[in-house]
């Protein structure tokens, strides 16, 4: 006999509605499957089994996130397939941060109603996050929440496990003052900020729409592309040149997150003429009048991860960048200091 209670029903959940998704997501879900994985979706577990070839001492390394207001906009636009990028990447970018490869991933949608399509759709982000960082989607959640939320919203959350050899962790404290940094290109905005975006633009369904030369498109379409993955520039780097530190560049842009990396008197020297800043954010700061030390503060500014390495590798790593599709450029240099990050104007 099939599940199905219309007493449930009537309380605002629908578990058929539940069983439908599932069908929808699987064509997704299928795109990311790797050798390791040895469970379909569907049961109460994902199993997963760890290929340990050439690693010495394997060590797992777990990173949770979810997406933010950001994803305000996918609700405002009726645009759901790109968040799960977001999703997936906003995990995976802070665990290669460690020098570790991304293996799998496990999705969690809370959702005031389960419209299955729209599920669907979600997941189908998801399972192109897993894609181009290479890690498997084997499982997941869909929970529906009456009352909890309104019935057109829903929040997404993600969580990934990689691995790396226990003598490959990459090791912060080798770093010395004169060694470079190299800023790795971010798509935009990413997934972080965006309490103070949808401030500043008073966000809705009229300025989502509104179109900016300064970007080349409509305000709505340039928030919502989806946060870069680094992953593989970043396993290829690792392979191509001896990598001291990664930074991922998100909530608390360059003075909070750049520090993470930094052993105890190192500061990170960066030359403002020398950040690329994107559009995006020169036009933010106008619009919301926002003091340039709080766009530094709040946003990447186009910089999606920093990596330091030694000096005499340098153009190296940024040809190894550029060869994985990656635009990437000098930023600054170590320097003796315990100020953390110090931008020259």
Known sequence: MKSFSDSYKAAGVDVTAGYRSVE???????????????SGIGGFGGLFELDTTGIQKPVLVSGTDGVGTKIKLAFLMDKHDTVGIDCVAMCVN????CGAKPQFFLDYIAIG??????????????AEGCVQSGCALIGGETAEHPGLMPVDE????????????????LQPDTQKAGDVMIAIKSSGVHSNGFSLVRKVFSINEAT???Y?????????????????????????????VTVKSVSHITGGGFYENIPRSLPK?????????????????????????????DMFNTFNMGVGMIVVVDPADADKAIASLKASGEDAYVLGELVESDEGVIIEY
Do not use: W
């Open 24 to 38: 929808l997501m699987k064509e997704y879900v299928a795109r990311t499957m790797t050798k390791g994985v040895l």
């Open 154 to 169: 829903y929040d997404l959350a993600g969580f990934a496990v990689g691995v790396v050899d226990k003598d490959k962790i």
């Open 208 to 210: 989502v729409g509104m």
């Open 212 to 240: 900016f030369d300064e970007i080349g498109t409509t305000l709505g379409e340039c928030l919502l592309t989806p946060t870069r993955i680094y992953v593989k520039a970043i396993m290829s780097l690792i392979d191509s």
């Open 113 to 126: 109603k389960n419209y299955p399509e729209k599920v669907a759709k979600i997941v189908s982000g998801v």
């Open 265 to 293: 008197g190192l500061s990170a020297k960066i030359r403002r003429s020398d950040v690329q800043v994107l559009p995006i954010f020169d036009l933010i700061a106008k619009t919301g009048n926002i003091p340039e030390r």
């Open 94 to 97: 802070d665990i290669i941060c």
